[in-house]
């Protein structure tokens, strides 16, 4: 695989009813064992981890979320965002508990977990738990001359630092606006894969330059975004989060775009991809306007 989970390292963390999420099996895993499962613990408020949290809500389980950050997905989205997702699962009846680290899992008689203690001392009440902390690239396959800086280096081509070697997906880092960028999602290694074929069978004839995309489905809302930004200058709106339909811009300090997050079809994907291929100077009043249709912007 393309990447490899973080593991939570502590005492107890053999309990029965500990799951990761990464195939198929411990998808079957964790809804054999979730049926005999009321109080459902996930650790880490990624965007996994939410997913789960709302799929468990729906099925009618108590759910809390443990996150080690002060603002869940803040340093992905922005603090304004972040308060929409902590609110949207809150209204849920999901308990989202920010700033703890699970240092410890709480076996039963059986071996089965019952709790997890925080480093403050807070017990949690847990039957089951889902560890959602993050994957890190596997560059396990090494060579003296492979150039790794977090994952593989791959040029716009998809070929490393050795003659005629190939990668894609999710242990690789490629160039996007002359920087090395890493983004853990199917569509890059489904994308990546068609580009290099091609290169494979002609040299150097097709570059990578698909715009970073990922998504995810919580409840009955849906969020996009598009673009990458690690950090950014300022956030405009467009719509208001109070209706959940709205449109964030992540911005430099010349108000050029680097990345839009739309929520609940707020904007057409081909029209949020075409603005950023543009990469004009974003005029904040204009792009405020809903009576401006945003393909116009």
């Given at each position: 695989?393309?990447?490899?989970?973080?593991?939570?390292?502590?005492?107890?963390?053999?309990?029965?009813?500990?799951?990761?999420?990464?195939?198929?099996?411990?998808?079957?895993?964790?809804?054999?064992?979730?049926?005999?499962?009321?109080?459902?613990?996930?650790?880490?408020?990624?965007?996994?981890?939410?997913?789960?949290?709302?799929?468990?809500?729906?099925?009618?389980?108590?759910?809390?979320?443990?996150?080690?950050?002060?603002?869940?997905?803040?340093?992905?989205?922005?603090?304004?965002?972040?308060?929409?997702?902590?609110?949207?699962?809150?209204?849920?009846?999901?308990?989202?508990?920010?700033?703890?680290?699970?240092?410890?899992?709480?076996?039963?008689?059986?071996?089965?977990?019952?709790?997890?203690?925080?480093?403050?001392?807070?017990?949690i009440n847990a039957e089951m738990?889902?560890?959602?902390?993050?994957?890190?690239?596997?560059?396990?396959?090494?060579?003296?001359?492979?150039?790794?800086?977090?994952?593989?280096?791959?040029?716009?081509y998809g070929k490393t630092s050795?003659?005629?070697?190939?990668?894609?997906?999710?242990?690789?880092?490629?160039?996007?606006?002359?920087?090395?960028?890493?983004?853990?999602?199917?569509?890059?290694?489904?994308?990546?894969?068609?580009?290099?074929?091609?290169?494979?069978?002609?040299?150097?004839?097709?570059?990578?330059?698909?715009?970073?995309?990922?998504?995810?489905?919580?409840?009955?809302?849906?969020?996009?975004?598009?673009?990458?930004?690690?950090?950014?200058?300022?956030?405009?709106?467009?719509?208001?989060?109070?209706?959940?339909?709205?449109?964030?811009?992540?911005?430099?300090?010349?108000?050029?775009?680097?990345?839009v997050l739309f929520a609940n079809?707020?904007?057409?994907?081909?029209?949020?991809?075409?603005?950023?291929?543009?990469?004009?100077?974003?005029?904040?009043?204009?792009?405020?306007?809903?009576?401006?249709?945003?393909?116009?912007?």
């Open positions: 695989m393309g990447s490899k989970l973080r593991h939570l390292d502590v005492k107890g963390s053999d309990a029965k009813g500990i799951f990761y999420l990464r195939n198929y099996q411990n998808a079957l895993n964790i809804k054999r064992w979730s049926r005999n499962s009321h109080d459902v613990l996930i650790i880490g408020a990624g965007f996994i981890g939410l997913e789960l949290a709302s799929s468990f809500n729906q099925l009618g389980k108590n759910v809390t979320v443990v996150e080690a950050l002060e603002k869940p997905l803040s340093r992905i989205l922005g603090d304004e965002a972040s308060s929409y997702f902590v609110k949207m699962h809150e209204k849920k009846g999901v308990k989202i508990i920010t700033e703890k680290f699970v240092t410890e899992c709480i076996k039963d008689e059986k071996g089965n977990l019952k709790a997890v203690l925080t480093k403050d001392g807070t017990k738990a889902i560890i959602g902390i993050g994957v890190i690239p596997n560059t396990t396959l090494s060579h003296p001359d492979l150039k790794v800086e977090r994952g593989i280096i791959v040029d716009q050795l003659s005629d070697i190939y990668a894609i997906g999710d242990a690789t880092v490629w160039p996007y606006k002359g920087k090395l960028i890493h983004v853990e999602h199917w569509e890059h290694a489904y994308n990546q894969a068609k580009v290099v074929a091609h290169n494979i069978i002609k040299e150097d004839s097709e570059v990578y330059h698909a715009i970073p995309y990922f998504w995810t489905d919580q409840y009955e809302e849906t969020f996009e975004y598009l673009g990458h930004a690690l950090s950014w200058d300022k956030i405009v709106k467009r719509g208001d989060l109070n209706s959940g339909k709205f449109t964030l811009a992540y911005l430099d300090k010349d108000n050029y775009p680097l990345a079809k707020s904007e057409k994907r081909a029209d949020v991809e075409s603005f950023l291929e543009k990469n004009s100077k974003v005029d904040e009043v204009k792009f405020s306007n809903l009576n401006i249709p945003f393909k116009e912007l």
